[in-house]
């Protein structure tokens, strides 16, 4: 089948990429030449695993084409993918422009029936705007469907390859049936596809989204809870996890949600329920849950240290929101680096991947380790903010001769209390005692 994406951001290339990989026509298009360029030499602006092989691979093999011409891309297809940005509006709404304009140039290009894709996360609704801008700019006959992505960011590949689940959104029984032939060979081990009304399939990606943010702010609760009454939430987790109607899934306390689709799906589905006068309560206070736990670390240091950390120096292991990714969007280390250093710190930080981007966020303002002992140089504490596998099972010794003071504050709870207290650290988690 021929197919165009537009949009090469987390959730477009890994889209385009993986119908390439199984035998379809691919076309990507991104109005930034520059990076059209990067990717047809093979690069990738993005850290996902499994994604630059792909992407090469079936470049190579004529399969996955990019350009920056978007109406050649549609004339030429059957079915179009919209995958832009819908970035947080300043009332907490998905900003939508980009998935219009997309919508209307898309209309402008076409030259017979199309199948339309919305597959960036959009509000309840969308599909039918999108069908009324088209239908202004073009008579060309066109479906527009719901399609949204379940992809997890560090495991996208995988997720898209062998899907859960295939949430197809359409009032169109022709459109319906190109969709599910699309992704029939995702779907051989028997996962679902599930075709309903477009404003069900658009509900879904919140609903699914909103579930889970959940489950982690309840979690920090539980954790915080825990440490008022000097329980162990490991134990309190791993006891609830056995019972089936719970399961064991995104029960890690920690300092709280980040990346491109918690924090801004959470925010819309509050502003979209409160567009219909209805307040949703939980999700409020998930969200103020959330923002108090990013405050975690901080809260600990200046118990520690008073409120001043002039002079100090703070060691930082993990930049971005989750490990497997260099995204820091809505990431937990940057309102924590913020706040060491409006509190006179010296921050020597540390991420496998995520340097480039947190230039952008921090610039010259703290020092960026060449690797995680390098970063405990003359440190006063560190702080585990990403639990990246390589800093699970790390040289204690090797860490305790790097630092000023052994102090160690454990965002993530990656390691045991009772081992690293062994080594002669001050440690500090959460939720255990």
Request: some cysteine; overall charge positive; aromatic content about 8%.
């Amino acid at each position: 089948m021929k197919i165009a994406v537009i949009g090469t951001g987390y959730v477009g290339l890994v889209v385009g990429a993986c119908f390439a990989e199984t035998g379809n026509d691919v076309v990507c298009v991104d109005k930034d030449a520059a990076k059209v360029r990067m990717l047809k030499r093979g690069k990738i602006p993005i850290y996902e695993p499994g994604l630059e092989e792909i992407v090469r691979s079936n470049h190579a093999k004529h399969r996955l084409h990019f350009t920056t011409t978007l109406a050649d891309a549609v004339r030429k297809s059957e079915v179009i993918f919209i995958a832009v940005g819908t970035p947080t509006a300043e009332d907490g709404s998905a900003d939508l422009q980009h998935v219009l304009a997309a919508a209307r140039e898309v209309a402008r290009s076409m030259n017979g029936y199309k199948v339309i894709v919305d597959k960036s996360t959009v509000p309840v609704g969308t599909a039918a705007l999108v069908t009324a801008t088209m239908a202004k700019e073009t008579t060309h006959a066109f479906s527009v469907v719901s399609n949204p992505e379940f992809l997890k960011q560090g495991a996208a590949v995988d997720d898209f390859l062998k899907p859960d689940r295939v949430v197809i959104g359409s009032d169109d029984k022709r459109a319906a049936d190109i969709m599910i032939d699309l992704y029939r060979p995702f779907t051989r081990t028997g996962a679902p596809i599930m075709v309903m009304d477009t404003a069900s399939a658009e509900m879904c990606k919140y609903a699914a989204n909103a579930m889970l943010a959940t489950r982690i702010s309840f979690m920090n609760e539980i954790a915080n809870v825990c440490e008022l009454y000097g329980a162990d939430v490991d134990k309190v987790r791993q006891a609830i996890a056995t019972d089936k109607r719970i399961g064991p899934a995104f029960l890690f306390p920690g300092i709280g949600y980040g990346g491109s689709c918690f924090p801004k799906d959470v925010k819309a589905i509050v502003k979209f329920s409160a567009d219909k006068k209805y307040s949703f309560r939980i999700l409020e206070a998930v969200e103020a849950v959330n923002a108090r736990q990013k405050q975690r670390l901080l809260t600990k240091l200046d118990k520690h240290f008073g409120k001043s950390l002039k002079g100090k120096t703070i060691a930082v292991w993990g930049l971005s929101f989750k490990p497997r990714t260099d995204d820091m969007r809505e990431a937990p280390a940057v309102p924590l680096i913020n706040g060491l250093l409006e509190r006179g710190a010296k921050v020597r930080a540390f991420d496998p991947e995520a340097r480039d981007m947190a230039k952008m966020f921090f610039g010259k303002k703290i020092h960026y380790a060449a690797n995680a002992y390098d970063a405990l140089t003359g440190a006063d504490a560190l702080l585990i903010v990403t639990e990246w596998n390589e800093f699970r099972e790390p040289d204690f010794f090797r860490m305790k001769r790097a630092m000023k003071t052994p102090v160690v504050f454990d965002g993530r709870n990656i390691y045991d209390p009772e081992q690293i207290r062994g080594f002669g650290f001050t440690y500090s988690s959460i939720g255990r005692p």
